[in-house]
């Protein structure tokens, strides 16, 4: 690396610093205005919309996504044309949540003189406290004033990673307190990577599974796995229960002349291992490739309700 690289990396982790500094001004300036507006959020039935003009627009459409995808519809509303009809967009069970680093925006001013008008609630996050935004909200957010990164300490650097940060900060807060759990989180994002680690053993498992009873003959098992094809039977007792399991691998290793005459008891290998439906399917791929099992029998409380194989998982993409 020349001496050239060598001060850019020096200078690009200087910006970085200048950052950090900013995201440590702002954690020491968390009070109670902030718990107010997650206060307000959580107990409000409408939607979060976001507003912001430039580069704080910006950082409001990526936390209006955040809130969505984390339990809190929101949509992001551009001031310009809100000015336009889409004003019409917001209810009086809506909250507005707008950004502006001055506070005095010109483009925001009829979007908060229609939510003045119309009652609706206003969550304004400015570093001038005596703005025109921090006036009109119900709730106002004050950004510590810290300089931007660069040699001009113009370009919207350290506000806008402060702005961000703080709209991480309230929707996860609002995830915490509305307990939104994983599965809920499955919902909102079934495509992709993160579609994929949210999978249940619900969502790929087979309900037409393998069973016989512990007194059925051989005979009759050989009928049951060769119907379904999954190379191996669920063996219940008399109240339904899993109580063991037979394998292509036990026919090869117990096969004998009277074989077809044994009971399913005899053969079978008991105590397996089995999964709830709900279990996340990445951990029981894992599971599966760890202990060199290829099917697992689905139980609720003893009782077989389905049948995963490892094919189903590498199908879907898990490994």
Same mark, same amino acid.
Request: hydrophobic share 40%.
């Given at each position: 690396?020349?001496?050239?690289a060598?001060?850019?990396?020096?200078?690009?982790?200087? /910006?970085?610093?200048?950052?950090?500094?900013?995201?440590?001004?702002?954690? *020491?300036?968390?009070?109670?205005?902030?718990?107010?507006?997650?206060?307000?959020l959580?107990?409000?039935?409408? #939607?979060?919309?976001?507003?912001?003009?430039?580069?704080p627009?910006?950082?409001?459409?990526?936390?209006?996504a955040?809130?969505?995808? =984390?339990g809190?519809?929101s949509?992001?509303?551009?001031?310009?044309?809100a000015? #336009?009809?889409?004003?019409g967009?917001?209810?009086?069970? *809506?909250?507005?949540?707008?950004?502006?680093?001055?506070?005095?925006?010109?483009?925001?001013?009829p979007?908060?003189s229609?939510?003045?008008?119309?009652?609706?609630?206003?969550?304004?996050?400015?570093?001038?406290?005596?703005?025109?935004?921090?006036?009109?909200?119900?709730?106002?957010?004050?950004?510590?004033?810290?300089?931007?990164?660069?040699?001009?300490?113009?370009?919207?650097?350290?506000?806008?990673?402060? &702005?961000?940060?703080?709209?991480?900060a309230?929707a996860?807060?609002l995830?915490?307190?509305?307990?939104?759990?994983?599965?809920?989180?499955?919902?909102?994002?079934?495509?992709?990577?993160?579609?994929?680690?949210?999978? =249940?053993?619900?969502?790929?498992? #087979?309900?037409?599974?393998?069973? $016989?009873?512990?007194?059925?003959?051989?005979k009759?098992?050989?009928?049951?796995?060769?119907?379904?094809s999954?190379?191996? $039977?669920? /063996?219940?007792?008399?109240?339904?229960?899993?109580?063991?399991?037979?394998? *292509?691998g036990?026919?090869?290793?117990k096969?004998?002349?009277?074989?077809?005459?044994?009971?399913?008891?005899e053969? &079978?290998?008991?105590?397996?291992?089995?999964?709830?439906?709900?279990?996340?399917?990445?951990?029981?791929?894992?599971?599966m490739?760890?202990?060199?099992?290829?099917n697992?029998?689905?139980?609720? *409380?003893?009782?077989?309700?389905?049948?995963?194989?490892?094919?189903?998982?590498l199908?879907?993409?898990?490994?």
């Open positions: 690396m020349n001496m050239d060598k001060s850019e990396i020096e200078y690009a982790k200087s /910006v970085l610093k200048q950052e950090i500094s900013g995201i440590n001004s702002l954690i *020491d300036s968390l009070g109670d205005s902030f718990i107010a507006a997650v206060d307000l959580c107990r409000k039935s409408g #939607h979060v919309i976001l507003s912001g003009i430039g580069k627009g910006h950082i409001c459409a990526k936390i209006s955040t809130l969505a995808s =984390t809190t519809p949509f992001f509303l551009h001031p310009a044309e000015s #336009h009809g889409d004003l967009m917001i209810s009086e069970d *809506d909250t507005l949540f707008v950004f502006s680093l001055s506070g005095n925006t010109v483009e925001l001013v979007m908060l229609y939510a003045s008008r119309f009652g609706i609630d206003v969550i304004g996050v400015t570093s001038n406290p005596e703005s025109t935004l921090a006036k009109a909200a119900n709730i106002k957010i004050i950004l510590p004033k810290v300089p931007e990164a660069g040699p001009h300490k113009l370009a919207p650097t350290t506000s806008t990673t402060m &702005m961000i940060a703080l709209g991480d309230v996860l807060c995830l915490k307190r509305k307990e939104f759990r994983k599965e809920q989180f499955k919902n909102l994002h079934p495509g992709g990577a993160l579609g994929k680690q949210l999978l =249940t053993v619900k969502d790929l498992m #087979h309900t037409n599974t393998p069973i $016989v009873h512990e007194n059925d003959l051989m009759d098992v050989l009928v049951e796995m060769t119907e379904k999954f190379g191996c $039977v669920c /063996v219940v007792n008399e109240n339904n229960k899993i109580v063991g399991i037979i394998t *292509d036990d026919l090869r290793r096969i004998t002349d009277n074989f077809l005459e044994k009971k399913a008891c053969v &079978m290998s008991r105590n397996p291992k089995v999964v709830s439906s709900s279990a996340f399917a990445q951990e029981v791929t894992k599971f490739n760890d202990h060199k099992i290829t697992l029998f689905v139980s609720e *409380d003893g009782t077989p309700s389905g049948i995963i194989h490892i094919h189903d998982c199908r879907a993409g898990l490994v």
